[in-house]
């Protein structure tokens, strides 16, 4: 079980390292109910940094699952106004943006799944404008988790709630670097291996990667100018931040027009509270042409029906399969951290700043550039140690990018 100190160092490392808060900044989190305690450390060490105001949204999944078994339709699809101006009005002022997500992957399974596409769409729609200020690094924002019963639970399905979560605070402290002594400087070294292997991959401008596995046979294309990214963000003023802890993945944009072939996911994905679990999708000129799933299948039908880029891809992204989070052997059934412990790519809208002067251009720029937009970005997991990866250089000559599920060009820069 994580002690205070424990957390406390977290807290640190998620204001400092993560949002990088500023004196004078206010900043909002977004949090679990059930945490309350860590969100409250989070808070006075805020204050200590010199925040002006701290404002907390807090989730309560009782509540949520409440709404979804009783709330009429129209209420499930409205997302309300002052919901929206909240946010917007917090990123009009600067603020930073916190968000712990904890929550239970299986709280929504017996919900009807086309009530929980609603929901899912009209919040995307109504928070179109806010989310400008997160994808295009308008301000720092950050996403981190801490346990809660029932996720551990699921994690860890033999312990009690007791031990599971204390399990699952173990696993999250190691992966998340706060057992470290210095977790600020072990994320600064961190972060400079994603910047050499990023750098690497900005310098081979590889016209496509192409993906070997079980059930996969997938090339992705990418777009001229295409940029990875990785480890810490730069925002609009200049402040360096850690959009996700953890992070293992360097990241850039497919062409959304230029993807073909089929790939099988390695790992279950979490959806808005339902599972999508072995699923494959074929690919056609960059869009899904057919798809199936052992489980969720009906779920995954409404992601890819969403809108038209729903069904495009919107992120392609490279982890070593001995990642940390790999290497703690746990299924998370939470997206921030099974898409760090292996290759991902996402379904739906691409990051405007993976391309050269992609954030300056308009809907119809981007996609002449093959930038694909969408309401939604999920990502699942196509890595293994089964997974080889090949890049082709734009003389069409063709080299390992990845071999058995790790890297197979030298991005240890030895
Ligand atoms: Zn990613
Ligand atoms: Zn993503």
Redesign the pocket.
């Known amino acids: 079980m994580a002690d205070q100190k424990t957390k406390e160092k977290y807290a640190e490392l998620a204001l400092r390292t993560g949002v990088n808060l500023q004196k004078n900044q206010a900043l909002m989190i977004n949090a679990p109910i059930e945490g309350a305690d860590f969100t409250r450390i989070v808070a006075r060490k805020a204050y200590e940094l010199g925040a002006k105001d701290v404002h907390i949204n807090w989730a309560d999944d009782e509540l949520t699952l409440l709404k979804y078994e009783n709330a009429p339709d129209e209420v499930i699809e409205d997302f309300p106004e002052w919901r929206v101006k909240l946010y917007e009005s917090y990123a009009e002022d600067g603020a930073a943006v916190l968000s712990i997500r904890s929550t239970n992957p299986d709280l929504l399974k017996d919900i009807d799944s086309s009530r929980v596409a609603m929901a899912n769409k009209a919040s995307a729609q109504a928070m179109k404008n806010f989310r400008q200020y997160t994808m295009n690094d308008r301000i720092t924002w950050s996403i981190i988790s801490i346990p809660t019963g029932d996720w551990a639970q699921k994690v860890f399905p033999d312990k009690s709630r007791e031990n599971a979560v204390a399990s699952l605070w173990d696993a999250i402290v190691k992966i998340v670097r706060v057992d470290q002594a210095d977790p600020i400087a072990a994320w600064d070294a961190h972060n400079e291996t994603l910047k050499t292997a990023r750098e690497i991959l900005n310098r081979k401008k590889y016209t496509k990667l192409i993906y070997k596995a079980p059930g996969t046979d997938l090339e992705i294309g990418l777009p001229q100018g295409h940029i990875w990214k990785g480890g810490s963000a730069v925002s609009e003023q200049g402040t360096t931040f850690n959009p996700n802890m953890p992070t293992e993945e360097v990241?850039s944009l497919p062409h959304k027009y230029h993807v073909n072939g089929t790939v099988a996911s390695t790992k279950p994905l979490n959806y808005g509270g339902s599972l999508i679990d072995n699923f494959s999708l074929t690919f056609k000129d960059g869009k899904v042409v057919d798809y199936k799933a052992e489980q969720g299948e009906e779920t995954l039908k409404h992601l890819l029906e969403t809108d038209e880029g729903a069904s495009r891809l919107?992120?392609v992204?490279l982890v070593p399969h001995e990642s940390p989070v790999s290497q703690s052997g746990l299924i998370f059934y939470n997206?921030l951290f099974d898409?760090n412990a292996s290759c991902?790519i996402?379904l739906g809208k691409a990051?405007p700043t993976n391309l050269e002067g992609g954030a300056a251009m308009d809907d119809q720029e981007l996609d002449k550039h093959g930038v694909n937009d969408s309401l939604t970005?999920?990502?699942f997991m196509i890595g293994s140690e089964n997974l080889d990866i090949d890049g082709v250089l734009e003389d069409g000559t063709t080299e390992a990018v990845f071999r058995n599920g790790t890297w197979a060009l030298n991005v240890k820069g030895d």
């Open positions: 990241f919107g992120e992204a997206t898409e991902h996402a990051y970005h999920v990502d």
